[in-house]
């Protein structure tokens, strides 16, 4: 199989869909790899690191697109890159189509395959291909909040850990999974004081046992939850349903309760947000204010600490990959059911339940798609 890699050109995306260690691996399987030039310079590989590695660089992103039979990438395809989709072609990413629907038409327009890392699943029951990313967004999120909340940046002016004779700042964190619990420890071990609120008690007990005595949790209600907002200098949104969008925690309204300053990140913007007044935001313009509450909502958070989360990202990819390559898509998701919960759209045809629930779209069951 012919494998491409084109250059993210998603704003302020350094990262990139292979490292050369995964090409090597490729190459080492019989497949060609060809990757756009300079893909790899944001994350610190250059076309030298992948021609050692057997890769081919191309110039182009339109003759990666042209003539690889899979385009593994990073971000979900810009609207120019789904132009160049074609039918038959298998696309390997992040797609977060839940909250996209012009995303969603143009790839059941192109014909393609689609499988999308968010919504591979693993015998557990988690996310393996979403997981690291979301170790990085959960530990870069007190990191930026902090940053936020200097009074320069329109925050609060309240320092993450305090200082002697002065108190810590109050997070609150919504979410106790893979992101809520790597906020919650950074957050912690910046000397903030943090609750985790959610509505598992079996993950809360969990939290409770392995990190008691570093942050508190709580079950999440509207009541609590309204408690904890009137009191914190910041709130981490770190709820996941997989494929679908997230829902809405934190409203407008509520603001009028909290403290001026207060800071809301947002790590389920890819999915729409959580708060009722969250945009995607940029590295380069990330934060915004509404009614005096800061708003962090970069859409690729992990994108700004692009070497170390490309490595991560490449080392859960890669085994799926070249199942994909080795077997071809449709064999290869037949072998391993939790491949197949990736699939999102194949020849014209919306395979996600959660995406098409979210955009009204009639969805076509994917282990009928794998069978015909």
């Not at 389920?268 to 934060?287: L, N, R, V, W």
């Amino acid at each position: 199989m012919k494998i491409g890699c084109p250059t993210e050109i998603k704003p302020q995306e350094f990262r990139v869909g292979m490292t050369p260690n995964a090409a090597m691996e490729a190459v080492a399987h019989g497949h060609d790899v060809i990757i756009q030039s300079g893909a790899g310079d944001g994350a610190g590989f250059t076309d030298a690191d992948y021609q050692a590695a057997g890769a081919v660089i191309i110039d182009t992103a339109e003759e990666i697109f042209a003539t690889a039979d899979m385009i593994v990438k990073v971000k979900e395809p810009q609207a120019n890159e789904r132009k160049m989709l074609r039918e038959g072609q298998l696309l390997f990413t992040y797609l977060h189509l839940a909250p996209d629907p012009a995303q969603t038409k143009d790839l059941i327009a192109s014909g393609c395959t689609a499988i999308a890392y968010e919504t591979v699943t693993d015998r557990n029951g988690g996310l393996p291909l979403l997981a690291p990313m979301s170790e990085v967004a959960g530990r870069l999120a007190p990191q930026v909040g902090a940053w936020t909340l200097q009074k320069a940046n329109g925050g609060r002016g309240v320092l993450m850990g305090g200082v002697p004779g002065v108190g810590p700042a109050k997070v609150l964190v919504i979410g106790g999974g893979v992101v809520g619990t790597h906020a919650a420890k950074i957050a912690a071990g910046m000397g903030a004081d943090v609750t985790v609120l959610d509505r598992s008690l079996p993950r809360l007990r969990y939290l409770d046992d392995v990190f008691g005595g570093t942050f508190k949790t709580g079950y999440s209600s509207s009541g609590l939850l309204a408690e904890h907002l009137a009191q914190v200098d910041m709130v981490v949104g770190a709820v996941l349903v997989p494929g679908a969008e997230a829902p809405t925690l934190v409203s407008r309204a509520q603001f009028a309760d909290m403290k001026p300053g207060a800071v809301l990140v947002d790590v389920a913007i890819d999915q729409g947000g959580c708060f009722e007044t969250s945009k995607a935001t940029t590295h380069a313009d990330p934060i915004y204010e509404v009614d005096g509450i800061m708003h962090y909502c970069v859409a690729n958070m992990p994108g700004a600490v692009a070497r170390t989360s490309t490595i991560a990202l490449g080392n859960a990819t890669m085994p799926f990959m070249l199942a994909l390559a080795d077997k071809g898509w449709k064999r290869a998701c037949a072998d391993d059911p939790h491949l197949l919960e990736g699939l999102n759209v194949h020849a014209g045809q919306l395979t996600y339940y959660a995406v098409g629930k979210a955009l009204g779209i009639d969805v076509i069951s994917p282990q009928k798609v794998v069978k015909g």
